[in-house]
């Protein structure tokens, strides 16, 4: 609600939300749509949204004039469609676009300034007039959640249902994801999809789909041409290059961590090269890293196994080692401590977290170890105290990003539970996520 002397004017005027109208103030005129007031803004100024896309305030002061040009929308929450296929030229291969929510798949709300989850997967294709001219679609929505609220069993329920996409013929797989956790699922479907024969991008953009600013349209367009068309079998991320909207990277599930809180370009490839350059315009794909598995007629698989059990410890200045004792108490099955440099922990007096790595592993609780860093690998052998975690019987988790090493060691717990085997598959490489060199 505006205030009440602005609600009087525009009722006399019958003017609502939604109206085109032109608002003169000392000797200026802006003309736009007339939005709801934002919640927690001031009730005495005037918000349009002008025909360039962006939002204005005008007080609303003596002598301001406001005129209704005509009525242009009716403000309402949009409603979800089923699953469609839009077939625009039957030579085109085949993709399915799977949606889960998050900032890709949604409106401002102008009544909050906010975002919220809505727009389908239809709805995105359907802002992407080129995509008509890459490839027939499949849309279906899978849920509609922020990414912050993604949990292990959802990351099940995606990989469900990218593999009936594929296995129903689709030649690739979009999965448009709230950019937040999308470095988490696209890890847990990496290892999930055995035998995957094409690739899978998952997408997200840094602003919602409604803005003229937002970064969707060319990610889920340099997506579809991946998909599409690239021999790539893996699991991917597909955002921003760069901050212009030039070119895309499609970096390997593992390997990819978000590392900007609002440039388009979040996504790095950490400790490897991406897989593929994706240009927007001439739609040419550049293979960068050679290092990766190429399509095939395979059948994909679900290997949903998971240990929820695990914990994610974050090492820090002051960690009170008794955070074990609580996860133990609460019957977790796994540790990943997001160590310092190439693997620190405290080892010193009352704050050693050594007794108590010592009794996780006495009681089968395996402890990974990884760098906080990204950059780099952990290594057991170069400091004294790194010998001592080691001793006490720690993983050292290589290269492994630690949030990778978070979704592995669910995997992993899902199938062993012998220390030795446990020990021998995170050490190993299942799906990109350790390299034996770091070249870049």
């Known amino acids: 609600m505006y205030s009440k002397e602005i609600e009087s004017l525009l009722k006399s005027k019958k003017i609502e939300v939604g109206d085109r109208v032109i608002v003169s103030k000392k000797g200026r005129k802006y003309e736009g749509i007339l939005m709801p007031r934002i919640e927690l803004g001031n009730t005495s100024c005037l918000i349009l949204k002008l025909d360039n896309g962006y939002n204005i305030g005008i007080k609303f002061e003596k002598g301001v004039k406001i005129k209704k040009v005509k009525k242009e929308w009716k403000l309402e929450e949009p409603k979800v469609e089923k699953e469609k296929i839009l ?118 953009s840094q602003r919602s789909s409604d803005r003229p600013s937002s970064d969707a349209v060319m990610n889920v367009s340099c997506a579809a041409n991946f998909v599409a068309n690239s021999d790539v079998a893996e699991v991917c991320i597909v955002m921003h290059g760069n901050i212009s909207d030039d070119y895309c990277f499609a970096i390997r599930g593992t390997r990819a961590r978000k590392m900007h809180a609002s440039r388009r370009d979040a996504f790095k490839a950490i400790n490897e090269l991406p897989i593929a350059k994706i240009y927007w315009e ?52 796994g540790f990943v401590v997001e160590a310092t440099g190439l693997g620190h922990v405290p080892t010193l007096g009352e704050n050693s977290l050594l007794p108590k790595i010592e009794k996780a592993v006495s009681l089968g609780i395996p402890v990974v170890i990884a760098s906080q860093c990204l950059y780099g690998r952990t290594h057991p052998t170069i400091y004294h105290n790194l010998r001592e975690l080691l001793k006490r019987g720690a993983i050292f988790a290589s290269d492994m990003l630690p949030e990778v090493a978070y979704v592995k060691l669910m995997f992993v717990l899902g199938h062993e539970k012998k220390m030795e085997k446990i020990k021998e598959l995170m050490l190993s490489n299942l799906a990109g996520e350790i390299s034996e060199r770091i070249e870049y």
């Open 87 to 204: 077939i625009f030229d039957k030579k085109l291969p085949l993709i399915s676009i799977l949606g889960t929510g998050g900032t890709i798949a949604s409106r401002i709300d102008y009544r909050t300034g906010g975002v919220y989850a809505s727009f389908s997967p239809r709805d995105i294709a359907m802002q992407i007039p080129e995509l008509k001219e890459i490839a027939n679609i499949k849309v279906e929505q899978v849920m509609n959640i922020m990414s912050e609220d993604i949990t292990p069993e959802k990351w099940v329920e995606i990989a469900k249902a990218v593999a009936k996409e594929i296995n129903s013929g689709s030649k690739g797989v979009i999965v448009t994801h709230g950019t937040d956790t999308l470095h988490y699922t696209s890890a847990a479907l990496s290892f999930m999809l055995k035998d995957l024969p094409c690739p899978v991008a998952l997408v997200g």
């Open 282 to 333: 001439s739609r040419k794909i550049e293979i960068l890293n050679q290092n990766y598995r190429k399509r095939s007629e395979k059948k994909v698989k679900v290997d949903d196994k998971i240990e929820k059990k695990v914990a994610l410890i974050k090492c820090y200045p002051g960690l009170n080692p008794e955070i074990f004792d609580f996860y133990i108490e609460k019957g977790y099955k």
